[in-house]
């Protein structure tokens, strides 16, 4: 069964330094988003992506996030500068015209 | 805007007993509404979802949920609880603008299940 898939599982940064998080949609999927789970919290919606575009995205996505479709299979997620507080589980998740979004297993990011 | 309010951060039950987790939302047109399940350390699965049609829809692993619009509800149960389904469930509301999708999601509820 098709599956989106990240990696890494785990990336542990220092302040300040830039991180790319990586994403393999499904292959067939034209819809994409990134979605971020700070521990202990709600998941929360950063950004979706279609038409090589950013259709819609949250007031967390502000400039220090970016994302970017380098391959046409791949689905990165650059944050530039990370602080403390971006340390969270950030999923990546597919989906088709008016269809259900499919998660990834995650990223956890740790920044130190 | 859309919200969805989980009633309850933790939910406890006995193994065989009836699971039932509550979910209430809010959206100025039809939603469509789902019910995801996190297990420790991974992402997140769908259990079921309901976009239009039948008001019960069902769902892997036993459980079910109802939409009821005259509540603006979306209770997920399961007639009977197993130890493997301690974990955390989110329901989730969307609408979808121009084929995209936003999911908002609840805060989430942890079901621990008791021997």
């Known amino acids: 069964e098709p599956e989106v898939t990240q990696t890494p599982s785990h990336q542990v940064t220092q302040m300040g330094q830039e991180v790319i998080l990586r994403c393999v949609p499904i292959?067939?999927?034209?819809?994409f988003y990134w979605y971020r789970q700070i521990l202990g919290q709600k998941v929360e919606f950063l950004v979706s992506?279609?038409?090589?575009?950013?259709?819609?995205k949250s007031e967390i996505f502000d400039d220090q996030f970016s994302v970017e479709r380098p391959d046409g299979s791949n689905f990165t997620l650059k944050i530039r500068s990370t602080k403390l507080e971006d340390s969270a589980m950030y999923f990546c998740?597919?989906?088709?015209?008016?269809?259900?979004?499919?998660f990834g297993q995650g990223t956890r990011l740790t920044v130190v | 805007a859309q919200s969805v309010t989980q009633l309850g951060s933790h939910v406890s039950v006995s193994e065989g007993a009836l699971v039932l987790l509550r979910c209430n939302y809010s959206?100025?047109?039809?939603?469509?509404l789902f019910w995801y399940v996190q297990y420790p350390n991974q992402g997140l699965q769908l259990l079921l979802k309901?976009?239009?049609?039948?008001?019960l829809v069902k769902g892997i692993n036993g459980f079910e949920a109802e939409f009821k619009k005259s509540e603006t509800s979306f209770h997920l149960t399961k007639p009977s609880a197993h130890m493997s389904d301690a974990a955390e469930y989110f329901c989730?509301?969307?609408?979808?603008?121009?084929?995209?999708?936003?999911?908002?999601f609840g805060q989430g509820t942890r079901l621990t299940i008791n021997p």
């Open positions: 309901y976009t239009t049609g039948a008001t």
């Open positions: 989730a509301v969307t609408l979808f603008d121009q084929g995209a999708q936003k999911l908002v």
């Open positions: 998740a597919s989906g088709r015209l008016n269809t259900e979004a499919f």
């Open positions: 959206s100025s047109v039809p939603p469509y």
């Open positions: 292959s067939n999927h034209l819809y």
């Open positions: 992506f279609y038409n090589n575009e950013i259709s819609e």
